[in-house]
């Protein structure tokens, strides 16, 4: 058995060693060139353009009245009746000290705003504009099929452009 894999294998490097091949290229001519086609859409923007009249609104302040404690006498109590709704113990007496702190200065901090009004004093004139967009849908040539045809096969190459020849390469081998 290893006598007949041996010279198999003896015949097999013995013909590689004696195996020859050559190249020959050749131009086969282009008998139709088919455009490939794709759908884009182009958006072309313009815009839309209006004038439109905006209200002029000024402000004016009306004081409710001198600053007075009445804001945080009010805070301070609501705070600490709310944190002695709070925990337990030594913590329920901090949290009711705590909430009378932080309701005496939201409470003071209310007191102590304006009350703000406004009124229209006029209309300006404001231009106003929107980019909108055309769209139109072109049919565009992206590649070219060529065809030709060698010895009775059909070749088939695309490429960017119409060609005129195809370049072949045929490798004999004996």
């Not at 923007?45 to 000024?58: G, I, K, L, N, R």
């Not at 709704?85 to 913590?91: A, F, P, S, T, Y």
């Not at 705003?113 to 004139?125: A, E, F, I």
């Not at 849908?137 to 190459?157: C, E, L, M, P, S």
């Amino acid at each position: 058995m290893k006598k007949i894999i041996s010279i198999a294998l003896a015949l097999t490097i013995g013909a590689a060693l004696y195996a020859d091949s050559f190249v020959i290229n050749e131009k086969v001519k282009v008998v139709r060139s088919k455009p490939i086609y794709r759908d884009v859409v182009k958006r072309t923007p313009y815009q839309e353009c209006w004038d439109e009249q905006v209200p002029v609104t000024s402000y004016y302040n009306e004081r409710r009245g001198p600053n007075t404690p009445l804001g945080a006498l009010i805070g301070g109590v609501a705070g600490g009746i709310i944190g002695h709704q709070v925990g337990g113990g030594h913590g329920k007496d901090v949290a009711t000290v705590g909430g009378a702190i932080l309701g005496t200065i939201v409470g003071n901090n209310l007191s102590r705003r304006d009350n703000r009004g406004s009124y229209v004093s006029g209309y300006r004139t404001v231009r106003k504009c929107v980019t909108r967009y055309d769209e139109t849908q072109d049919r565009v040539i992206t590649r070219y099929r060529n065809i030709a045809y060698y010895h009775g096969r059909k070749i088939v190459k695309i490429s960017d452009r119409p060609l005129r020849f195809i370049h072949i390469r045929k490798i004999i081998e004996y």
